[in-house]
């Protein structure tokens, strides 16, 4: 069942019996999920994390049937982070409606919805230790629009991972340099989490989905279409030989000049180390940001 059709029928045209055996078991504080996931690892259950800021739309859901491929029960967080936002950024406007979020996970069968409040999860307000990563990977595109966001990112994640210990989590594509960091942190801190990639999920129209999406007029949803247009553009140059990376840069920026769009960055980068390359390849990624309005979006391609 789709984000759409889930919310308009809000459960009505599932089998109430369905709807009721899937419904997750709701955990509000730390000690409730440790406790739930001491009762999997005692039936010798592999867990699965899907980290997520609710307002669930179709691209979460492919995150938790992803998860589902290779956990045994699949927990999905939805907690707001203060941390990875800016003082001029988004934290109070962003969408949250954790009913309409409960039965989405519930429609593909999420065994436990962690929905912490910010005092649990940071009961002594800012934490004094968090997880930075260097210059090189977290200095730069978002990491350079946004200080202090991928600090955020990692130390909440690096709190859900402490907190959950699980044997895989899944995170989506589209916040790509986040996903390498992530990746990176796992690595580099022997978190033992298993960290998978899922790809992007599209609306019809090649908008990527994101719970900012509903920020959009209609006038602005037409413009946001810029960037995954260019993202295109520069795959079909890519498909049909063009490797100057400075000439895919440079058809992202074009793309990106729409009235009403603010471009923020265009690159084509290594997919490990997000540094600028000089020549594209199988792997390389090109990303784009802007902004469309108030509302700031990304998006990315892996040139394959
Ligand atoms: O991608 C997100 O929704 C968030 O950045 C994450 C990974 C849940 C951390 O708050």
Not at 111 to 138: K, N, Q, T
Not at 201 to 220: F, I, K, Q
């Amino acid at each position: 069942m789709s984000v759409e059709s889930l919310a308009a029928a809000e459960c009505i045209d599932v089998a109430a019996a369905e709807c009721a055996d899937a419904a997750p078991v709701v955990a509000r504080t730390k000690a409730e999920v440790r406790a739930w996931v001491a009762e999997q690892r005692a039936a010798g259950k592999r867990v699965g994390l899907v980290p997520t800021m609710g307002y669930l739309h179709d691209g979460h859901l492919s995150l938790i049937d992803r998860a589902r491929e290779t956990a045994d029960v699949v927990a999905v967080s939805i907690f707001v982070n203060p941390l990875q936002f800016g003082p001029a950024e988004d934290l109070d406007r962003y969408p949250r409606d954790l009913e309409r979020d409960l039965a989405l996970a519930a429609s593909r069968g999420t065994e436990l919805v962690f929905a912490p409040s910010a005092a649990d999860m940071y009961p002594e307000g800012e934490p004094r230790v968090s997880v930075l990563p260097d210059e090189e990977i977290g200095g730069r595109l978002d990491g350079g629009a946004r200080p202090g966001h991928f600090r955020g990112v990692l130390t909440v994640v690096a709190k859900l991972f402490g907190i959950f210990t699980p044997d895989m989590a899944v995170f989506g594509q589209k916040d790509f340099q986040q996903a390498a960091l992530i990746r990176r942190m796992a690595l580099d801190l022997d978190q033992g989490v298993r960290v998978e990639v899922a790809p992007i999920v599209r609306e019809p129209d090649g908008l990527a989905m994101s719970s900012r999406n509903v920020y959009l007029s209609p006038e602005e949803r037409e413009r946001a279409r810029a960037l995954s247009r260019g993202l295109e553009h520069g795959r079909a140059l890519f498909a049909a030989g063009e490797r100057d990376a400075e000439a895919l840069r440079a058809a992202l920026w074009k793309a990106l000049e729409v009235p009403g769009v603010q471009a923020e960055y265009a690159e084509a980068a290594n997919p490990l180390t997000l540094e600028p390359v000089a020549t594209a390849d199988s792997g390389t990624v090109l990303l784009v940001a802007a902004r469309v309005g108030r509302t700031r979006l990304i998006d990315n391609a892996v040139l394959s």
